[in-house]
């Protein structure tokens, strides 16, 4: 745990009491500060008083003796309307922050120069974060990894001298850690989503932007430049006089980290250095993971990791679950979980990766549906619709895909598995990569991918991929 000192002797209100929100509980009572939490759930309310805070209906006590209001990512904090307890915050002059600001806080206070990386973008961030981790832990480092990717930040070791902070940050986050200054910040892509919370696209990229552009004196910002946002961004942080490395999967670049044929090369000064090849990686298959590999390694670069023991530690990265993971094979068919690909941009990095796919696809539909991935369309051997989507992207597909309307997930993985082994291809693909959220049939996204997990090794004769 990190305590957190810099409201000690101060009440501080939290709102929100999922795990960041006791994490940040007991971070501000470890440091001195007394809490006062709040929910709207009456369940997270008895957890909280169950665990020793001071709970409360904070829409009925008074604000005035509030030095801030550490929220939970989850509550709108702008669009389409602020939540309650921002508004109650505001009208009493309250700071409102969330649980990284905190620590930016901590980290500042008791050990600026500590190495902290933060990793955002659309799509890609939480395999990069899991890849810069394993990076730094496989060159000797102490690392600590958390924040979107699961662990609350101030349930992770305190910063110090020497032990690298990798943390995740959504949109939400960022929008919450006004003072964010990581010492080296990545920012993968820019895409459309999550327009419900910021109101458009510009102001979803500003936000994004303010982690690359809080990058400390001397740090190093390292930016994807495979999209307009990102490349805006990358000329503005040069412009300010920032260090930028911009890396690009798509284009060759005349000084930064570009992906050719397989390899990860430096370009600076008109001279090109080979840094570490990515071929035969199963678990960074794609043009998408290249463009996390290739960044990972830029920031394994800039933390003083090179050479062979960067090569190595790529090589003996597993991946995550439920992105891109290869669950298993029963002959020639490979079953992949990709249940983290719950929007069409994100499934388009998984349809690109195969050739032959039975595609497992919907759920609870989002804006645009699957209209933008009809370039991948040839890749589908067919499709196996679910979920609220279901008839939605049976129209999408029409007579170009043939698809059938498994409604239930169990139903999509039989049929789906039946088929592929039939089909006599080469290199078949099960792949569950919905491009909806989970939220019609499944809590989350993970609960959805363990539970395509257990579908397929259930199956006779499937063996675990080595």
């Keep these: 745990m990190i305590p957190v000192t810099s409201f000690a002797?101060?009440?501080?209100?939290?709102?929100?009491?999922?795990?960041?929100?006791?994490?940040?509980?007991?971070?501000?009572?470890?440091?001195?500060?007394?809490?006062?939490?709040?929910?709207?759930?009456?369940?997270?309310?008895?957890?909280?008083?169950?665990?020793?805070?001071?709970?409360?209906?904070?829409?009925?006590?008074?604000?005035?003796?509030?030095?801030?209001?550490?929220?939970?990512?989850?509550?709108?904090?702008?669009?389409?309307?602020?939540?309650?307890?921002?508004?109650?915050?505001?009208?009493?002059?309250?700071?409102?922050?969330?649980?990284?600001?905190?620590f930016c806080r901590e980290r500042r206070r008791h050990a600026p120069d500590a190495p902290f990386v933060a990793v955002t973008g659309t799509n890609g961030k939480s395999t990069t974060t899991a890849l810069v981790a394993h990076l730094m832990r496989e060159a000797g480092h102490d690392v600590q990894m958390g924040g979107n990717i699961g662990t609350a930040i101030l349930s992770l070791q305190p910063p110090r001298a020497g032990r690298v902070h990798v943390i995740e940050m959504s949109s939400y986050q960022i929008d919450l850690s006004p003072s964010l200054d990581p010492g080296i910040g990545i920012l993968l892509n820019i895409s459309e989503d999550h327009i419900d919370r910021h109101g458009t696209m510009e102001n979803y990229a500003a936000v994004k932007e303010r982690l690359v552009a809080g990058v400390q004196r001397r740090g190093t910002a390292i930016v994807g430049v495979d999209d307009g946002w990102c490349r805006a961004i990358a000329d503005r942080i040069d412009q300010s006089g920032g260090r930028v490395v911009r890396v690009s999967v798509k284009r060759p670049l005349a000084d930064g980290i570009t992906v050719e044929r397989e390899r990860i090369v430096r370009a600076a000064g008109g001279a090109r250095s080979d840094i570490a090849g990515i071929s035969a990686i199963g678990s960074l298959r794609g043009l998408h993971n290249a463009q996390n590999a290739a960044c990972a390694s830029a920031c394994a670069l800039a933390l003083g990791v090179g050479g062979d023991n960067l090569q190595k530690a790529l090589r003996s990265f597993l991946g995550l679950v439920h992105r891109m993971e290869q669950v298993g094979r029963r002959g020639r068919v490979l079953f992949v979980n990709d249940s983290k690909g719950t929007n069409a941009d994100a499934a388009a990095h998984a349809l690109s990766s195969f050739a032959d796919i039975f595609w497992i696809a919907g759920g609870k539909p989002k804006l645009g549906g699957i209209t933008s991935l009809a370039e991948y369309f040839p890749r589908i051997r067919k499709a196996y619709l679910i979920g609220e989507a279901a008839k939605e992207f049976a129209g999408t597909l029409g007579d170009r895909v043939p698809h059938e309307i498994s409604e239930t997930l169990d139903v999509a993985v039989a049929s789906s598995a039946r088929d592929a082994e039939a089909a006599g291809l080469a290199d078949p693909v099960v792949l569950l990569s919905p491009a909806c959220a989970s939220f019609d049939q499944y809590r989350n996204f993970e609960i959805r991918g363990d539970r395509f997990r257990d579908l397929v090794t259930a199956l006779p004769g499937v063996k675990k991929v080595v």
């Design 9 to 102: 002797g101060r009440t501080v209100a939290v709102f929100g009491l999922g795990g960041s929100g006791l994490a940040s509980c007991r971070a501000l009572k470890a440091g001195g500060a007394e809490v006062i939490a709040g929910d709207d759930s009456t369940d997270n309310l008895a957890k909280a008083a169950q665990a020793g805070f001071i709970t409360a209906d904070l829409r009925r006590v008074s604000w005035a003796n509030f030095a801030a209001l550490v929220l939970t990512p989850g509550a709108p904090l702008t669009h389409p309307t602020p939540h309650w307890s921002v508004l109650s915050a505001r009208e009493a002059g309250v700071e409102v922050i969330g649980d990284i600001e905190l």
